[in-house]
């Protein structure tokens, strides 16, 4: 069973909001990994996901990102060898534990 360190918070910023909800996984993996590297320093850390990530960044073509803001997406969230994804149904955070 899985247990949460912790949780982080933040609006999407303007163009990431904007996406379909999908793609609003992606943005948001993105921007929590970059928000809690320094607490993770490096460790090994599992990011529940409601959306297949890993399949929308490698598999699926969209007209809605740019090709730097997939880039950035696919450094932050795929080249961190550290992070592993595991799609999740629940999205309650409180029924994680």
């Known amino acids: 069973a899985y ?3 912790a949780y982080f918070s933040a609006t999407l910023d303007p163009v990431a ?3 379909p909800g999908c793609l609003h996984a992606v943005a ?3 921007q929590s990994l970059s928000q809690c590297e ?5 460790y090994l850390l599992t990011v529940m996901v409601p ?3 890993e399949i929308l960044l ?5 007209q809605y ?3 730097a803001r997939l880039t950035r997406y696919e450094t932050s969230i795929l080249g961190a060898p550290n992070v592993t994804l ?3 149904t629940v999205l309650n955070p409180a029924t994680l534990h």
């Open 51 to 53: 959306h297949s990530v």
């Open 38 to 42: 320094g607490v993770v320093m490096g």
């Open 65 to 67: 990102l740019t090709g």
């Open 17 to 19: 909001a904007a996406l």
């Open 28 to 30: 948001a993996v993105g």
């Open 3 to 5: 247990c949460p360190v």
């Open 86 to 88: 595991k799609r999740c």
């Open 58 to 62: 490698t598999r699926t073509k969209t």
